[in-house]
């Protein structure tokens, strides 16, 4: 199928708008959850984003296997639930071939099939490494205190204002 200048420019775009709509969705959904899974309840991080930030700008903790479960089931989600030609652009904006996800014998929804990732897996990978860009530029209060903690132990710092931590040394 060939395409004029136009139309490849209003793909790009829509492809464009479609991938930041989900991250940014994705986003809000991890910021509405306010488990905290990183070792000391008291960290000062108030939802699961403020914690993903943390590890991807700092150390990943223990608990990394858990966020990217969550942040992956959150996008497969989000990727399953689009129209066969949102995936289909978003999987050429992903640099794969479609030709090889569009024969037929894999919608992209049951996982993988004998020729590799499926189409949402590539997606997802593509998706993922929009997020966690995100996830390296985000700032806010909470993640500074946390991150600028030198001796390790957040709980002790985090939710004082600086005239306490002053005073505490």
Known sequence: MVHNTDEL??????TNNAAQAIVGNTIHRLMQLSENWLPGS???LLNIWEQICVQVQGDLSLAWN???QLIDSS???????????ERHALLIK????PEQH???????LSGKDQSGPSEVDIIVHYLLDQLLTEAEEFDNENIRRYLEDDDGNQSVTI???????????
């Open 9 to 14: 420019k209003l793909i790009t775009v829509n």
């Open 42 to 44: 008291d960290s000062g």
């Open 66 to 68: 858990d966020y990217a």
């Open 75 to 85: 996008l497969v989600y989000a990727v399953a639930a689009l129209a066969a030609d």
């Open 94 to 97: 992903a640099g794969a071939d």
């Open 102 to 108: 569009f024969k037929g014998h894999d919608t992209g």
């Open 159 to 169: 939710g004082r204002t600086e005239e306490e931590q002053e005073a505490s040394i």
